[in-house]
């Protein structure tokens, strides 16, 4: 088992209920995000901390309010290959913010076609 799905199971052993929908990995990657909107604010120096087919996780320095729409790309690539994501929660975590985000750029189902 990945370090990731031991940490599932051990949340559901204690009582805690799992909120993802997929199986998510854990990573440590350099992100940009961008808050989408009238405001639009560029941040740099975000890490993706964790990613599914359905979320991802994003340590940002500032925080994004639950509801907004971000845009994430590795630091220095084309942000023509963002992941759209929605803000679902957020807390604060050592310097910066966690955020829970649900994937808005991946269809509905995930079945394979066939």
């Given at each position: 088992m990945t370090p990731a799905h031991d940490e599932a199971l051990s949340a559901s052993r204690n009582g805690v209920q799992e909120r993802r929908a997929s199986p998510r990995v854990s990573c440590e990657i350099?992100?940009?995000?961008?808050?989408?909107?009238?405001?639009?604010?560029?941040?740099?120096?975000?890490?993706?901390?964790?990613?599914?087919?359905?979320?991802?996780?994003?340590?940002?320095?500032r925080e994004?309010?639950?509801?907004?729409v971000i845009l994430i790309w590795r630091e220095w690539r084309n942000p023509e290959h963002a992941i759209k994501a929605t803000v679902i929660h957020n807390r604060r975590e050592g310097p910066g913010w966690?955020?829970?985000?649900?994937?808005?750029d991946v269809p509905e189902s995930h079945e394979p076609a066939g």
């Amino acid at each position: 088992m990945t370090p990731a799905h031991d940490e599932a199971l051990s949340a559901s052993r204690n009582g805690v209920q799992e909120r993802r929908a997929s199986p998510r990995v854990s990573c440590e990657i350099p992100v940009t995000a961008l808050a989408v909107g009238p405001s639009a604010t560029i941040i740099r120096g975000a890490v993706l901390r964790c990613a599914s087919t359905d979320g991802v996780g994003v340590l940002a320095p500032r925080e994004f309010a639950v509801g907004t729409v971000i845009l994430i790309w590795r630091e220095w690539r084309n942000p023509e290959h963002a992941i759209k994501a929605t803000v679902i929660h957020n807390r604060r975590e050592g310097p910066g913010w966690f955020h829970g985000c649900r994937r808005v750029d991946v269809p509905e189902s995930h079945e394979p076609a066939g």
